[in-house]
């Protein structure tokens, strides 16, 4: 798997994403990402994976918008079908999980760590959806991920205002669970996924699986009814125009 690096940690695997452009998610990537985690789920040695990044300042940015700019309606449907699928496996997956944020984990990346049952945070990582600001809905699957995730009390700051938060405002919003130093990040992350995966392997995944069932379903039901509707914002001129100017952007960069 190009995108992805896979270490073993005794009974503990460490997945890392591990790309170009900072990580941002690609079709190589959520490739790699499907593919491994119906390997994980297969595998029957490991009791808990850490979700990480081979990036030193970076967790993910979010969707890989150089590669994706120029697709065309149906292209781009067919993408964002694929990552709701990566983000069912990933949501969906019966053992423990838990997401080492060492850097910014903005949009996609934000969303991908939201899979996680916890995440740990490098102080003054940036996390946040900042979706609606570009001009584009969440999409129906992240939303019931974030309904699930983050207090309700804290939806509107996070979905609707689409603000980044770091440190103590990120764990007050309920996208991290902890903070940790960033040379202590990763051990921190590590204790907190043992603690999970002491726990008797078949009932925390039958737990598991029954507390997140009912949002897995509903994510499946209504995310192709609901694309278009991602889609007529995505290539309507105003986002066209905020897209072309960050592509510029990261070109530039």
Not at 29 to 39: F, H, P, Q, S, T
Not at 65 to 70: A, C, G, I, N, R
């Amino acid at each position: 798997m190009s995108t992805i690096r896979f270490e073993r940690e005794g009974a503990l695997g460490i997945l890392r994403l591990d790309k170009g452009r900072g990580n941002a998610i690609d079709d190589a990537l959520l490739e790699d990402l499907a593919r491994w985690a119906v390997e994980a789920a297969r595998d029957d040695q490991l009791r808990g994976v850490l979700l990480a990044s081979a990036h030193p300042k970076l967790f993910c940015p979010g969707l890989d918008l150089v590669s994706l700019v120029d697709r065309d309606r149906e292209a781009m449907r067919d993408f964002m079908g694929r990552f709701a699928q990566v983000l069912w496996g990933l949501f969906g997956l019966l053992k423990p999980v838990v997401a080492s944020i060492n850097g910014h984990a903005v949009a996609g990346g934000c969303i991908l760590a939201l899979t996680a049952d916890s995440r740990v945070a490098a102080r003054g990582a940036q996390i946040g959806l900042n979706e609606v600001k570009i001009g584009v809905p969440l999409p129906w699957s992240v939303v019931m991920l974030l309904k699930s995730t983050v207090a309700p009390g804290a939806l509107t700051e996070v979905a609707l205002l689409g603000r980044n938060f770091a440190d103590e405002d990120a764990l007050r919003v309920g996208l991290v669970d902890a903070l940790a130093e960033r040379g202590t990040l990763e051990q921190d992350a590590l204790a907190r996924l043992q603690e999970f995966a002491e726990k008797d392997q078949l009932a925390f995944g039958a737990t598991k699986g029954w507390m997140r069932s009912r949002t897995v379903a509903t994510m499946k039901a209504h995310e192709t009814e609901t694309a278009d509707v991602w889609l007529d914002a995505w290539f309507s001129a105003p986002t066209r125009e905020r897209l072309r100017h960050m592509v510029d952007s990261l070109k530039e960069n």
